[in-house]
């Protein structure tokens, strides 16, 4: 039997895994891990913080459905990707997170970059590992990759103390993983789906509400399929952006505080709600009293936990997103559903009156209104390209203005809201698709907190485009000072700025600026032409709002308009 190190049986065991791409940081409790990663045939992204590593796997895996990796070494470097964990666990997206660790006989003794790296992303992993026997180290990485993309995805951490990796130990290929303790279900129960059917029959209002769940089970193509042929009109939350195509006559748009006024009513009026791999959080339900009242809840997640978590429903579905609606969609091949289109018409009417007197709206006037420049961009891209998002204002105008094709088209930090996500997910996101264009909509304060990785874009030749709404303000936070705590603007003015332009050819990028209107069209068709990584700069209308707004805790009928 072969002998390996440590070192050697880690990379062994990810390459079983089919892991060719790693986003990393090195660091002394990891030397040797690198020593042996550069004679493999891995690719190695070397970001410029270990945020930036967590983030840019996050991008990898919402834009290539794999499990993204990254590696870090112990202390500072482990505690830096905590947040990056935090937000791959909000949004249920599957990744290995591998941390360096001092030597085991240390470890208590408050050694040089020591932590409890464990203990203290135990809330915030699906799992996570101490290797403390060289002879397990396969079997964890099996165990680990498994758990990341199994059942309702998430992250994994495997803490690498580093006289393990110095070790030597045979090393034999594990089989398939049986975790007795864990066993997801993945067919939903039949009895429970064809309870489901009457409540289509009889509906007169139904409504389809699709979350992050139906694109990680790639069940975009059954959830339109099933649209259609119920005539029922679909909403999204943030995370199930580009799970329904945006121009078809049954879109309604995102759902919830930032939700287009058509969403929440009909959210509110419908007498049934289809929801499909949702958990209906505080920004999609607003007041839960209010929430879909008048209606019969079928909600359907692979995650039993997040049923009935929320929001009381009628009839629970435990099972995969898209074997759910395939079945259900077979299960209805045999029913009479040539009169919906007439018995949902009145509905769709209600929804098209809604639509009209009530659409997104904004007036461009002398200076440039980010709404504006994202529709412009979707214009010019035809809504074809991967758009990771920072978080704030940039966020959710990039939602309402930006509309994606396909799924795993819209990378954003939905359940965490974790500004400074965008460029590195969309370094990762570009690595894995490197035949798409990769847009980051952002704003001055958020592309601030990782902007360093802009190093990482350049050093790899990745053409990532920047578009940078500069209102000088951290927006969304100024939005609630102005219309909740009159217009005190306590500490988010963000006048003292880099001038983004020399920053980017300080890094060795293209920098370009828009200022006027007029300026807007040209500066994205130049970026967006441009080989490499380009940043573009937009000065936008200072105290700009994103409408409709449904002030926390209120219900979602209750919108604040233009």
Not at 162 to 178: F, L, Q, R, S, W
Not at 490 to 507: I, Q, R, S, W
Request: charged share 20%; net charge negative; aromatic share 6%.
């Amino acid at each position: 039997m072969e002998m390996l190190t440590g070192a050697e049986i880690l990379l062994r065991s990810l390459e079983e895994e089919g892991v060719d791409t790693i986003f990393g940081y090195p660091g002394g409790a990891v030397i040797d891990i690198y020593d042996r990663l550069v004679r493999t045939g891995m690719n190695h992204y070397l970001v410029r913080h270990e945020q930036g590593a967590v983030h840019a796997a996050d991008g990898y895996a919402r834009a290539s459905g794999k499990v993204g990796v990254c590696l870090v070494t112990s202390g500072p470097g482990a505690t830096n990707t905590v947040t990056g964990l935090a937000t791959a666990h909000m949004d249920s997206i599957p990744l290995v997170v591998m941390t360096g660790q001092v030597p085991r006989g240390l470890i208590g003794n408050d050694a040089f970059q020591e932590v409890d790296i464990l203990g203290i992303t135990r809330p915030c992993t699906k799992h996570n590992y101490i290797v403390t026997d060289v002879e397990d180290l396969a079997r964890i990485v099996k165990e680990a990759f498994y758990l990341a993309r199994s059942g309702r995805p998430g992250p994994v951490l495997i803490d690498l103390p580093k006289d393990i990796m110095g070790m030597t130990a045979p090393y034999k290929p594990n089989g398939e993983v049986n975790l007795r303790s864990y066993q997801p279900t993945y067919r939903p129960n039949l009895r429970q789906l064809k309870k489901v059917l009457p409540l289509i029959r009889e509906a007169r209002r139904p409504l389809i509400l699709a979350g992050g769940g139906v694109v990680l089970s790639k069940g975009s193509e059954e959830l339109t399929r099933l649209a259609r042929k119920t005539v029922t009109p679909v909403t999204t939350t943030l995370m199930g952006l580009g799970g329904f195509p945006p121009r078809d006559r049954l879109w309604l748009g995102m759902v919830g505080m930032h939700g287009t006024f058509r969403a929440n009513m009909a959210t509110s009026r419908c007498d049934l709600l289809i929801a499909v791999g949702v958990r209906f959080d505080d920004r999609v339900t607003g007041d839960i009293e209010t929430f879909a009242s008048n209606a019969e809840i079928v909600h359907i997640d692979i995650d039993p936990s997040s049923i009935r978590k929320n929001v009381p429903v009628s009839i629970p579905v435990v099972g995969d997103c898209r074997l759910a609606l395939e079945i259900l969609n077979n299960l209805l091949e045999a029913e009479e559903l040539d009169q919906m289109d007439e018995a949902h018409g009145p509905w769709l009417a209600q929804i098209e009156e809604w639509k009209s007197t009530r659409p997104l709206a904004y007036e461009q006037g002398d200076v440039i209104k980010p709404q504006y420049v994202i529709e412009t961009l979707c214009r010019l891209t035809r809504g074809d390209a991967i758009i990771t998002t920072e978080v704030g204002q940039n966020q959710m105008w990039a939602a309402q203005y930006y509309h994606v094709d396909k799924p795993n088209s819209f990378i954003t930090s939905g359940g965490l809201g974790c500004m400074g996500f965008g460029l590195p997910a969309a370094i990762g996101a570009q690595v894995a698709r490197p035949d798409k264009l990769v847009v980051d909509i952002a704003g001055d304060g958020s592309i601030q907190m990782n902007i360093q990785e802009v190093a990482t874009a350049v050093q790899y030749g990745l053409p990532v485009k920047v578009v940078i709404l500069n209102n000088q303000y951290l927006g969304m936070v100024r939005q609630f000072q102005e219309l909740f705590y009159d217009r005190c603007y306590a500490c988010t003015d963000m006048e003292c700025a880099p001038d983004f332009v020399k920053l980017a050819e300080a890094y060795g990028a293209l920098g370009l600026r828009a200022s006027r209107p007029e300026e807007v069209e040209p500066v994205l068709k130049k970026g967006l032409g441009a080989e490499g990584f380009v940043l573009m700069e937009f000065h936008v209308e200072k105290e700009e709002l994103v409408y409709p707004m449904v002030p926390a805790g209120a219900p979602i009928t209750e919108m604040l308009l233009v």
